[in-house]
């Protein structure tokens, strides 16, 4: 089946430091969505991408739909504690409802 | 207030004893679907429903059973749950299609 690949699995960053994490697919994807999922919490929705070359930004987050189609990524800002959790990009295919998820990029913030 | 709702939050049950997880939203959604999470696999989708009584399979559909006889509930059944069927489990609704979803709070499940 499609399968996404997010780099990096984790990362341990500084308060004030900028953070990129991006998911690479061999299949073609109609839409991209970031999410980010707090302990204890279900996923919740950052940014939905729907063509591709498209640059979204939503607050410090910036996040863009390749070109080709079979990529995305995600930046974050200046980061802040609050940042804090994992973050997945999600691929939406033909279907319209089968949704496939990255892994996860977990992300920890020093203050 | 706008939500999506799970029962149980947690269980625990034996091997091969029938269970159903219920899921509820009061959105108004069309657009349904369970997710189950697993540590070093993401999420990976178990079915999803586009409207009332139009349900897909998604990548792990083996050893589950949905229904979605109304729009606010679909139910996740586990007709004879196994060991591997350990894991979170997220019920998710969107106004129509898998774009913009809303999660539950989840639910853990333990089979011993």
């Known amino acids: 089946g499609q399968q996404l690949n997010q780099s990096p699995q984790s990362m341990f960053i500084q308060e004030g430091e900028d953070v990129s994490m991006n998911c690479t697919s061999s299949?073609?994807?109609?839409?991209w969505l970031w999410y980010k999922q707090d302990p204890g919490e279900g996923p919740v929705l950052l940014i939905a991408?729907?063509?591709?070359?498209e640059l979204t930004s939503n607050g410090r987050l910036t996040a863009q739909f390749g070109i080709t189609r079979k990529d995305s990524f995600l930046n974050i800002s200046a980061s802040i504690p609050s940042d804090v959790g994992i973050y997945f990009c999600?691929?939406?295919?033909?279907?319209?409802?089968?949704?496939?998820f990255g892994k996860g990029t977990k992300l920890s913030v020093k203050p | 207030e706008a939500q999506v709702t799970q029962n149980p939050r947690y269980l625990i049950t034996v091997t091969g004893k029938k269970l159903t997880v219920t899921c509820s939203q009061n959105?108004?959604?069309?657009?349904m679907s369970w997710y189950r999470q697993d540590p070093g696999l993401g999420l990976r989708q178990i079915y999803y429903?586009?409207?009332?009584?139009?349900?897909d399979k998604g990548d792990v559909p083996e050893g589950y059973k949905v229904s979605r006889k109304e729009k606010r509930n679909f139910p996740l059944i586990l007709e004879s749950p196994s060991p591997n069927q350990t894991s979170l489990y997220f019920c998710?609704?969107?106004?129509?299609?898998?774009?913009?979803?809303?999660f539950g709070p989840g639910t853990r499940l333990t089979v011993t």
């Open positions: 998710a609704s969107s106004l129509s299609r898998a774009v913009r979803q809303y």
């Open positions: 429903s586009m409207n009332v009584e139009v349900t």
């Open positions: 991408l729907y063509k591709a070359g």
């Open positions: 959105m108004n959604h069309e657009y």
């Open positions: 999600a691929g939406l295919a033909g279907s319209q409802g089968n949704l496939i």
């Open positions: 299949s073609i994807f109609n839409t």
